[in-house]
């Protein structure tokens, strides 16, 4: 019929969107550290030229940026490739637990930081793609911590909660809250609020999650923080 072909056709071209923006920022994220890489050889280039008496100093700066800039670009070629493959999940049995508790422990250990967890008493078994996830909770726990960063008192709590058939993983921050104007964007590809990254995280994250049939939202106050809510099925919840 006419309307169920005018909505495949427009999902479809909101896809194709998509993928245009994606291009577009793909483009715009290795453009960037290419200036200062071109600028640092044609200074070096220039020096060398001129018989320039400090060249060794020169070269070991020039070296040192070429290094960071490439490490940048890696990084960047590793962030598009890890959402181009959250379509292709590899889907094992693991405990959730197992994989919560070696992230935390980076995180207890950290200084400034309060973080507590509170996982429900008993095992909590998934069947999901456990690098994805593990992506996806290491993901939300920088942010909260990257969060509450101005704060004079660091505080993120992780807990948990059994709903029927699936496992609420609540992250709390006690940051400044996710501005109004800016909530409806934050699972949009390629937006983001911090001034180096691609803007992948939290647009990936949501990816994972429905990749795992759960699904991922937030609640915010202003000037008080944020709750991020992972809920997942559970395969099977043993004592």
């Not at 200036?35 to 220039?46: A, G, R, V």
């Amino acid at each position: 019929n006419k309307l169920g072909d005018s909505a495949a056709q427009l999902a479809k071209s909101e896809r194709e969107g998509a993928w245009r923006e994606m291009a577009r920022q793909v483009a715009h994220e290795i453009k960037n550290p290419l200036t200062p890489m071109k600028l640092s050889i044609q200074y070096l280039q220039k020096a060398i030229h001129n018989n320039s008496p400090n060249v060794k100093e020169m070269t070991s700066s020039v070296a040192k940026t070429l290094v960071e800039q490439i490490d940048h670009l890696s990084k960047i070629a590793a962030d598009f490739s890890q959402f181009a493959n959250i379509g292709n999940p590899r889907s094992e049995v693991f405990d959730l637990h197992e994989m919560l508790h070696s992230l935390t422990s980076l995180y207890l250990a950290t200084e400034n930081l309060e973080f507590d967890w509170k996982p429900v008493p008993q095992r909590i078994m998934l069947f999901a793609d456990k690098t994805q996830l593990n992506r996806l909770f290491t993901n939300l726990l920088q942010n909260a911590v990257e969060a509450c960063e101005e704060e004079d008192v660091k505080l993120v709590v992780m807990e948990e909660e059994l709903e029927g058939e699936n496992i609420v993983v609540k992250i709390t921050d006690n940051g400044e809250g996710i501005p109004e104007h800016i909530q409806a964007k934050i699972f949009t590809p390629n937006f983001t609020t911090k001034t180096s990254g691609t803007g992948l995280g939290l647009a990936m994250s949501k990816s994972i999650v429905e990749q795992a049939k759960g699904e991922l939202w937030f609640e915010t106050n202003e000037a008080r923080g944020t709750t991020f809510f992972v809920r997942l099925p559970l395969l099977r919840a043993t004592t």
